[in-house]
C-alpha cells in the first residue's frame, strides 16, 4: 500500500475524495463518468462506517410523506427504479406489510392517502400497486405478527440492497473506469496554497508514512466525521480580502436537474470566491441500532410504530434472519465507538414485542450501531431532521457534502459533480455516458433471466444454489470469482452449512475486493459476523488461513487477525 500511495503521490488528480461510505464512492465513480481524474481515500475499510450498517433499503421512505418531504419521497422512487436497472443483484424488490392496528395513531384512512400518495409519486416507476389485507390474509401471510386488534394491513413494494456490497460495487465501478480508491489511508491534513485547498495529506495506516496528494478539488465526504476533516482547514483560515461573508449562501435548486425540492447546494458567492464556514457544526449526528434475530417473516418486511414514541421501524427479512431497527437519538461521543448498549437493545425489543410476541432478548444473535450525518438544524426532534443532503464549499475551496440517504448516492454524486465542474469551467469534461452504464457485475436485463440462461449452460462450474448465491453476490462476475479455484474442487465447497461462503470468495475477495483484514471479509465481504456462524472457531480459522495464504500472513499475523476480530464481535 505504502509503494502504491508513493508512486500516487507523484500524480495531480482532478478530484480528491476523502470517505469512502457511498457518497463518497457515488462520487468516485460520477467523476469518472464525466472523465475526472479521481483518487478516493478511506481511512478504515470500505463502508466500514455508516454505509455499512444500515437498514438496507433503497427506498422512497414512506415515513416522510409525513414531514411533506415529497420531492424527497419522490426522487428517492425514481432511484429505487434506476438502481434496481442498474444493480440487479444487489437492489431486489420487497414485499412489505403495514400492518393496522385498533386504536393506533395511524388509522386505516391515514395509511390509505399515504399509499395513495406513495403511488402517485411512483407513476410509471411504480415496483408493483399496493393492496389492503384483511386481517385474516395476513394472518396467513404472516402467521407470527400478532393479530390481536389487526384490522388489516396495506402491502406495497419497496427495494432492499446489501449496503456492504452495493457501496463497493459503486466504488469498484469507478476503479474500472480509472479511479484510484484506497482503503486504510487516512486523510491527516490538508495542503494549501494561495489560502486555498490544493491536496491532501493522506497516511498509510499500515506502514505509516505520510504522503503529499495535490488535486484540483477536494471533497469532503467523510459523513459522521465532517466536522472534524472541516477542522483540518484551520479554524482561523483566511478569507480573501473582499469575501462577501454573507452566510446565507444556501440557495435553492429546485428548478435545476437533478435537484430536489429541498436539496441545498451552496456555490461561489458573486465575487468568485467561496463561502465562509457555518457557524458551529455542520451535522447532528443521532445514533441508529438494528437487532439481528433468527427469521420472524416469512417473506415480508414490516412497518411497525414505536408504541412509546410513535417512531417508525422495521422487521426485515434479511437473508436467513430478520433485522430490526432502527432507532434515532442524538450522538455527540466519538464517531469511532459508535455502539449499541444493553438498553437501547432492550429499548428495540420492548418496541418490537408487541407485534412479535414470541420474541426475547436470549434471541438477538447480533447488534450493530451507526450515525446518520444529518444537517444540524434548529429542530428539537431528531426524527423531525431533514434527510436531504447539503452541498457546500469552505472558505479554503473544499467542497463538503453530508446528510443524505443512501438511497440517493447517485443524485448526490451527480449534484456534487456538477458543482465542481460549475465551479472550475477549466476541467475537461466528458458528457455523461447515456444510456448510464450498469454497476460493475449488473450488466444483465433482468437478475432472474441471467440466473436462468446461466443454469440452462451445458457445463455448470457449481450446483444450481451455489451458482444462485455467487449470481447474487458478484453478479456478472461471478465466473471470476469461480476461476480463482484454478480447478481445485476443494475450494468450490461451502465452508458453512450455511451453502456459503466458498473458499474461492475468500480469495477473491483479497485479490479483487481489497479486503485486507479477516474483519473485511467476515462484516462487509459477507455477512457471516452477524449470523449464527459469527464466533464459529473452525470457521474463523479456516478462512484467516485462506486469506493469510492470499495476502502472506505469517502465522503470528494470521493469530493476531483472529484475535482482532473475535474482539470485534466481543458482546
Ligand atoms: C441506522 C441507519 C440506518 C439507515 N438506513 C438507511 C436505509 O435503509 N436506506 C437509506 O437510503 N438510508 C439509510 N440510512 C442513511 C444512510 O445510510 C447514510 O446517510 C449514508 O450511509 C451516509 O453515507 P456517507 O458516505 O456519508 O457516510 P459513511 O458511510 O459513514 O462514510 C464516511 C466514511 O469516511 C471515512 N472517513 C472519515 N474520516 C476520514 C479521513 N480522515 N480519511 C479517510 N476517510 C475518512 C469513514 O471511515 C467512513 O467510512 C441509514 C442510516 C442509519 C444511521
Redesign the pocket.
Known amino acids: 500500500m505504502g509503494r502504491r500511495l508513493e508512486q500516487l503521490s507523484k500524480n495531480r488528480f482532478d478530484v480528491i475524495v476523502?470517505?469512502?461510505?457511498?457518497?463518497?464512492?457515488g462520487i468516485a465513480r460520477e467523476a469518472r463518468l464525466r472523465g475526472l481524474s479521481v483518487i478516493l481515500?478511506?481511512?478504515?475499510d470500505?463502508?466500514?462506517?455508516?454505509?455499512?450498517?444500515?437498514?438496507?433499503?433503497?427506498?422512497g421512505?414512506i415515513r416522510y410523506l409525513e414531514q411533506g418531504a415529497f420531492g424527497l419521497v419522490h426522487e428517492?422512487i425514481q432511484e429505487r427504479y434506476t438502481l434496481f436497472h442498474l444493480a440487479p443483484h444487489l437492489v431486489s424488490p420487497i414485499p412489505f406489510l403495514l400492518p393496522i392496528y385498533r386504536g393506533s395513531s395511524r388509522g386505516p384512512f391515514t395509511i390509505r392517502i399515504g399509499m395513495i400518495l406513495y403511488n402517485l409519486l411512483a407513476g410509471k416507476q411504480s415496483l408493483g400497486r399496493y393492496l389492503f389485507l384483511s386481517p385474516e390474509r395476513v394472518k396467513q401471510l404472516e402467521p407470527n405478527l400478532s393479530s390481536s386488534g389487526l384490522l388489516g394491513a396495506a402491502r406495497f413494494i419497496d427495494c432492499q440492497m446489501d449496503?456492504a456490497r452495493l457501496?463497493l460495487t459503486t466504488l469498484l465501478s469507478a476503479q474500472k473506469r480509472g479511479a484510484e480508491i484506497l482503503n486504510y489511508?487516512?486523510?491527516?491534513g490538508l495542503l494549501h496554497k494561495d489560502r486555498k485547498v490544493c491536496g491532501v495529506k493522506?497516511k498509510d495506516a499500515h506502514g505509516g508514512v505520510t504522503y503529499a496528494i495535490e488535486g484540483e478539488i477536494v471533497i469532503n465526504?467523510?459523513?459522521?466525521?465532517i466536522d472534524?476533516?472541516c477542522q483540518m482547514e484551520g479554524a482561523d483560515a483566511p478569507s480573501s480580502p473582499g469575501t462577501n461573508l454573507d452566510l446565507d449562501q444556501t440557495v435553492d435548486t429546485r428548478n435545476r436537474e437533478g435537484a430536489g425540492e429541498d436539496s441545498r447546494v451552496s456555490e461561489p458567492n458573486r465575487a468568485g470566491r467561496f463561502a465562509p464556514p457555518l457557524w458551529g457544526r455542520r451535522i447532528r449526528p443521532?445514533?441508529?441500532?438494528?437487532i439481528v434475530l433468527p427469521k420472524m417473516t416469512e417473506r415480508h418486511a414490516v412497518v411497525l410504530s414505536s408504541q412509546k414514541e410513535g417512531r417508525v421501524f422495521f422487521v426485515i427479512p434479511w437473508r436467513e434472519y430478520s433485522l430490526v431497527?432502527?432507532?434515532d437519538t442524538d450522538y455527540s461521543g466519538n464517531?469511532d465507538q459508535v455502539t449499541s448498549n444493553k438498553e437501547e437493545i432492550a429499548s428495540l425489543l420492548a418496541d418490537t414485542m408487541p407485534y412479535f410476541p414470541s420474541i426475547s432478548s436470549e434471541k438477538v444473535l447480533a447488534s450493530f450501531?451507526?450515525?446518520?450525518?444529518l444537517v444540524n438544524e434548529k429542530k428539537e426532534n431528531p426524527l423531525d431532521l431533514s434527510?436531504r443532503e447539503k452541498i457546500e464549499w469552505t472558505r479554503g475551496g473544499m467542497l463538503v457534502?453530508?446528510?443524505?440517504?443512501?438511497?440517493?448516492?447517485r443524485k448526490i454524486a451527480i449534484r456534487v459533480i456538477d458543482s465542481v465542474i460549475k465551479a472550475n469551467p477549466r476541467l475537461h469534461v466528458l458528457r455523461r455516458p447515456q444510456p448510464e452504464p450498469a454497476l460493475y457485475g449488473g450488466e444483465m436485463s433482468s437478475l432472474d433471466d441471467y440466473i436462468r440462461q446461466e443454469i440452462s449452460r451445458k457445463t455448470l462450474p457449481v450446483r444450481q444454489g451455489l451458482l444462485q448465491h455467487l449470481i447474487q453476490t458478484y453478479g456478472t462476475n461471478y465466473e471470476a470469482v469461480i476461476a480463482c479455484a484454478h480447478g481445485n474442487p476443494d475450494l468450490l465447497k461451502p465452508l458453512t452449512t450455511l451453502g456459503y461462503p466458498l473458499p474461492v470468495e475468500v480469495i477473491y475477495s483479497v485479490q479483487n475486493e481489497h479486503a485486507v483484514h479477516l474483519s473485511d471479509f467476515m462484516f462487509r465481504r459477507t455477512r457471516l459476523a452477524h449470523g449464527p456462524h459469527r464466533d464459529s472457531l473452525p470457521l474463523i480459522k479456516d478462512i484467516s488461513e485462506i486469506m493469510g495464504a492470499e495476502a502472506g500472513w505469517s502465522k503470528e499475523l494470521i493469530q493476531k487477525e483472529c484475535e482482532a476480530y473475535l474482539a470485534e464481535i466481543a458482546p
Open positions: 476523502i470517505g469512502g461510505g457511498i457518497i463518497g464512492a481515500f478511506e481511512k478504515g470500505f463502508a466500514s462506517g455508516t454505509s455499512g450498517k444500515t437498514s438496507g433499503l433503497i427506498h421512505g428517492s449496503d457501496c489511508t487516512e486523510v491527516v493522506a465526504a467523510t459523513g459522521a466525521w472534524t476533516v443521532t445514533k441508529g441500532i438494528h431497527g432502527t432507532t464517531p450501531a451507526a450515525l446518520r450525518p434527510r457534502v453530508f446528510g443524505g440517504k443512501y438511497t440517493l448516492f
